[in-house]
C-alpha cells in the first residue's frame, strides 16, 4: 500500500474511534483500537524534541496524527499521569512533563486526544442523515 493510501487509512480509523468514544482518549486506548499505529519511534511534541508525547509508534501513525493535529482536527489535551495509570494501568519510566519548555532530558507530557467538537457534531449529522436516508 502506498504511503499515501496508508496515511489516509490510518486518520480515517482514528476518526472513526474519536467519533464513536465521543470523549478523550488515551494513547493506549487509541492503540488498543487502531492497532497499525503501533511502532518503535517517540511521537514528539510539535518543536519540543525533548517532550514524548507516546513511544512505541509506527513512522505512519506519527504522520498521521500530525496531520490531524495541525489541520484542527484531533485536539491533544494535558491530562493527570492518573488518567493512564487508574484507567489504563500505564506507568512511563521517563519523568514527567508539565510545560512546553526544553527539557535536558527526555520528558513524557501525558495526553489525551478528542476530535474537536465541531468534528463530532458533524459526524453526528451525518450519520443522523444516512441513517434518516436508509430508512
Do not use: C
Not at 512533563?97 to 486526544?113: D, E
Request: no cysteine; hydrophobic share 45%; net charge negative.
Amino acid at each position: 500500500m502506498a504511503l499515501i493510501e496508508t496515511n489516509a487509512a490510518l486518520r480515517e480509523q482514528i476518526r472513526s474511534f474519536l467519533q464513536w468514544r465521543r470523549q478523550e482518549v488515551t494513547f493506549v486506548e487509541l492503540l488498543r483500537f487502531v492497532p497499525a499505529l503501533k511502532g518503535e519511534h517517540d511521537y514528539l511534541y510539535p518543536g519540543f524534541d525533548t517532550i514524548v508525547l507516546w513511544r512505541g509508534l509506527s513512522i505512519d501513525g506519527i504522520d498521521a496524527l500530525t496531520i490531524m493535529v495541525e489541520d484542527g482536527e484531533v485536539d491533544l489535551q494535558p491530562t493527570s499521569t492518573l488518567t493512564y495509570v487508574f484507567f489504563d494501568g500505564y506507568r512511563s519510566r521517563l519523568p514527567i512533563a508539565n510545560a512546553r519548555r526544553r527539557y535536558r532530558t527526555l520528558r513524557w507530557w501525558p495526553m489525551t486526544l478528542a476530535l474537536r467538537e465541531t468534528d463530532v457534531e458533524a459526524a453526528q449529522i451525518a450519520v443522523s442523515r444516512a441513517l434518516a436516508q436508509g430508512e
